[in-house]
């Protein structure tokens, strides 16, 4: 079998294809119960794909000011990956209450990178008191990566086809 076909994320020929795959494929692969894709607009983000595997909606279309979240605003500035916890004291209390909101205990961000900025959010979602190792993240970071060659892929064709 070829890598291609072996790769859900290389098959993907749609930009919400690749996110669409990307969601289910870290909620399945790191593993975690649900996973959001959020689109990085100024300091506005915007949820546009998830997964989860129970079938939980993830707020499909809400916006979240960037200000408002300083851990995720800085995941977008910095390029570097963070992790929240409901139970740890120092994290931001607006990142717990919105886990809390969405039954969640913890929280790993990672961004996902076009042309060297910040195109995206990505999010994995935990419940309990597991926490994400750092072979767990090191695999997200990967899969994160290969969906951004995905997209530019799609984006490639999709130029190419309208020209």
């Known amino acids: ?27 399945t692969g ?3 119960e649900g996973c959001a894709l959020s689109r990085v607009i100024g300091l ?4 546009i794909a998830a997964h989860t595997h129970d079938g939980r909606r993830l707020s499909l279309g809400r ?9 995720t605003q800085a995941v977008i500035e910095r390029g570097e990956h963070r992790t929240v916890r409901v139970e740890d004291p120092a994290a931001d209390v607006d ?3 919105l886990l809390r909101e969405l039954g969640y205990d913890g929280l790993l961000m990672l961004p996902l990178e076009l042309d060297g900025r910040c195109w995206g959010l990505v ?3 935990r ?19 290969q969906a951004s ?7 490639r064709r999709a130029a190419n086809a309208a020209a």
């Not at 506005?44 to 949820?47: A, K, P, R, T």
């Not at 060659?149 to 984006?155: A, D, F, G, Y």
């Open 127 to 145: 419940v309990g008191d597991r926490e994400f190792t750092d072979d767990e993240v090191a695999s997200a970071r990967a899969i994160v990566a």
């Open 95 to 97: 990142e717990v209450k």
């Open 149 to 155: 060659e995905s997209l530019k892929r799609v984006q």
């Open 30 to 32: 790191v593993p975690a």
């Open 123 to 125: 999010e994995l979602y």
């Open 63 to 71: 916006g979240y000011l960037l200000p408002d979240y300083p851990e």
């Open 44 to 47: 506005l983000l915007v949820e």
């Open 1 to 27: 079998m070829s890598e291609f076909a072996a790769d859900p994320l290389a098959r993907a020929t749609t930009v919400n294809g690749v996110l669409q795959t990307l969601c289910t494929e870290l909620a």
